[in-house]
């Protein structure tokens, strides 16, 4: 395997953000109408960074990794906005100029390794394949390096491993060798959409922590895309919560989970079991997000929230609001005042006794479906 970037460049994580994206927008044509799946997205990472996308199923997080990565058809859907990548823009990119990047200055592990590894090709063969389409490296070293990177990934016994097609491996085994597949050429960009979906709570904890380990030796910048704020407590710097298709919050980990102000937020949070009280029953987000067809006017939360009474002259059901900075490096889109999103927050989770932050304990050490993290790593 190469030698990682970080070792040959010490300051590249002082030299900026890696990856800036700038009023991504992403649009779908179908037969019932323009499926609006991203609007206006923003945010950026640095090397040596995690920044965790958050949202329900359907709010843009994978539509929005995919579109960074390239792999949406232009022929079918329109991308605008701007994706710098290590200096280099990449919308206007042609595609054989983002196939050069792609596993090879940006990665991505996929939600089902399943569907991502080729059931006819011996996993050795596909990890040697990454490695040889980047570089002029013989047949012999490439396997070498596939047997490192199975090795530094936690597959025991790599050298027999390596021979072994996706079936024959456990779902924890196959998450790792997409791992290894994306880290093989050293990339300075990790995405990582749901990569502990389908797996049990020991294993999830094992890759969560592997690709913090990683990332660490590497120094790579992690997107992580996940529904689940519980996951993302101990692993990630910065948090953006999407819902349809738009940034709503975004703060760093700490501060989201100590005072978060969206009410979107506060209804993540709020259906994550808390350790520190006895709970009798979860406080689920009322109601489904809209379609991507038909946004509804005003703010796109409204139909969902409780508090919309809290906002004079109808604002919440007509004026579509913007992503202010609340204090700072903390940006919420939302028309209530901000000393009464935080009182709200504060009576909603109990915030001046622990709040989100104990919500983030219960969700990094808890053993049920909803803290998916805890158990030995």
Not at 75 to 84: F, I, L, M, N
Not at 225 to 250: S, W
Request: with cysteine; aromatic share 4%; net charge neutral.
């Amino acid at each position: 395997m190469r030698q990682p970037d970080s070792l040959r460049v010490d300051q590249r994580a002082e030299a900026g953000p890696y990856l800036s994206v700038s009023n991504l927008v992403v649009k779908f044509p179908s037969e019932d109408g323009i499926v609006n799946a991203v609007e206006g997205v923003n945010f950026s990472v640095t090397r040596g960074k995690t920044l965790a996308i958050v949202g329900e199923s359907g709010s843009g997080k994978s539509v929005t990794a995919l579109a960074i990565m390239g792999l949406v058809n232009r022929k079918s859907a329109k991308v605008t906005g701007e994706v710098w990548l290590d200096g280099e823009e990449l919308v206007e990119k042609p595609d054989s100029g983002i196939r050069k990047l792609r596993g090879n200055k940006m990665a991505m592990i996929f939600q089902d390794p399943m569907s991502s590894l080729h059931p006819f090709y011996r996993v050795g063969a596909q990890l040697s394949e990454a490695a040889r389409t980047h570089r002029k490296i013989s047949k012999k070293a490439a396997r070498e390096e596939a047997i490192e990177m199975l090795s530094r990934v936690g597959i025991p016994a790599p050298r027999r491993r390596v021979d072994d097609y996706p079936h024959q491996l456990s779902g924890g085994m196959r998450q790792r060798v997409m791992i290894a597949m994306a880290l093989i050429n050293s990339p300075a960009l990790l995405i990582a959409d749901e990569p502990t979906t389908a797996l049990d709570v020991t294993v999830q904890a094992q890759i969560i922590d592997l690709i913090g380990q990683l990332q660490s030796e590497f120094n790579t910048a992690v997107v992580i895309i996940t529904h689940d704020l519980g996951i993302v407590a101990d692993i990630a710097d910065e948090v953006a919560v999407m819902y349809a298709g738009r940034i709503v919050e975004h703060a760093s980990t700490e501060r989201l989970y100590a005072s978060p102000e969206m009410p979107y937020t506060l209804g993540l949070l709020a259906s994550i079991p808390r350790m520190d009280r006895e709970t009798n029953r979860l406080d689920p987000i009322r109601g489904n997000p809209p379609s991507p067809l038909r946004h509804p006017d005003g703010c796109v939360f409204h139909p969902r929230c409780k508090y919309t009474d809290r906002v004079p002259n109808r604002a919440c059901f007509e004026v579509r609001p913007e992503l202010l900075e609340s204090e700072r490096n903390h940006l919420v889109r939302c028309h209530i005042p901000a000393e009464e999103r935080r009182r709200i927050a504060t009576s909603v989770l109990g915030a001046g006794t622990g709040g989100g932050a104990a919500i983030a304990t219960a969700g990094a050490g808890g053993t049920g479906p909803a803290a998916p993290v805890g158990g030995p790593a």
